[in-house]
């Protein structure tokens, strides 16, 4: 099964590409300091608005610095938070929804309802709501993200938890005198964990559309940190003269979120063939 599996994963084109093209920006993320040919931060206005040249392969912004080491410094920031938002949220997720999909009863009752309350509000507008409330910087960021991206995660993990918890060999685990904790631990999360991170890879491209959308209107990522939302927002007054400094690192956007897209999709077309 696992050899079948893997030959599958290899069949598949678009998951390959979106796989390799991942890996290579994970791995810009990782190496920026190495691969960035200046400091991302340098201004100097004497080398400002510069045209692409052997120095500045991608030119210069409106304070003289480097646009390519603030793609690739971008890079860094906005796929690590991106990333630290869905690790957190998931966690929360998987504590809260398993605790209320296994346990039931008022417990139950009463995470749902919070959660009913939490996804009656349009995503984006809650995080603008709660940044405004706790002011615009990277960790504030994080935590109004978090707060709107753990509820779904709760939810599906709950609803998956009521379904497993109804399985025989859970129901036989219980009459063996298993308890709570090893069941839900080795018999009921590695069923689950496979959808959730199915589930992540499709939902992770919004979360970069959020950060890169909030740092544009200044309430993400505070200057001068380089991040592609804040970038297009400092180039859009140059939009007519050179359009190549909101365009660069709107490609970057579009082309991570597609790759995580077509992954997740990907993944959910190998593991649920008969998903149409």
């Known amino acids: 099964m696992v050899k079948m599996d893997r030959i599958k994963i290899f069949q598949n084109k678009l998951l390959v590409l979106s796989l390799i093209i991942i890996t290579i920006m994970i791995m810009i993320a990782i190496f920026a300091p190495i691969l960035a040919p200046h400091d991302p931060n340098l201004i100097d206005l004497s080398n400002k608005l510069k045209e692409p040249s052997l120095t500045f392969p991608l030119g210069t912004d409106h304070l003289g610095r480097c646009v390519l ?5 971008g890079t860094q920031v906005s796929i690590g938070a991106a990333f630290l938002v869905m690790g957190i949220s998931i966690f929360i997720g998987i504590i809260i929804g398993t605790f209320a999909g296994y346990k039931g009863g008022w417990i139950d009752q009463v995470f749902m309802r919070l959660c009913d309350v939490l996804l ?3 995503s984006l507008v809650l995080s603008l709501a709660l940044i405004g409330i706790l002011g615009p910087n990277f960790k504030n960021l994080i935590i109004a993200l ?5 509820v779904p995660y709760a939810r599906m993990i709950r609803g998956l938890m009521l379904v497993m918890k109804e399985r025989h060999f859970i129901m036989a685990a219980k009459i063996a005198g298993t308890t709570d904790t090893i069941i839900i631990i080795r018999h009921m999360l590695p069923h689950i964990l496979p959808q959730v991170l199915v589930f992540a890879f499709l939902d992770i491209g ?3 559309l959020h950060i890169s959308g909030l740092s544009f209107l200044g309430l ?10 804040m970038m ?13 400094l909101m365009l660069y690192p709107g490609m970057m956007i579009m082309l991570v979120v597609m790759s995580f897209n077509l992954l997740g999709d990907s993944l959910r077309d190998l ?6």
């Open 271 to 276: 593991l649920d063939p008969t998903h149409k």
């Open 220 to 229: 993400g990522i505070q200057p001068p940190t380089a991040e592609w939302g």
């Open 206 to 208: 919004t979360v970069i």
């Open 232 to 244: 297009i927002n400092d180039s859009k007054q140059f939009l007519r003269n050179y359009p190549s």
């Open 69 to 73: 080491s603030r793609i690739i410094y």
């Open 146 to 150: 978090v707060i709107v991206q753990w």
């Open 120 to 122: 009656s509000f349009p």
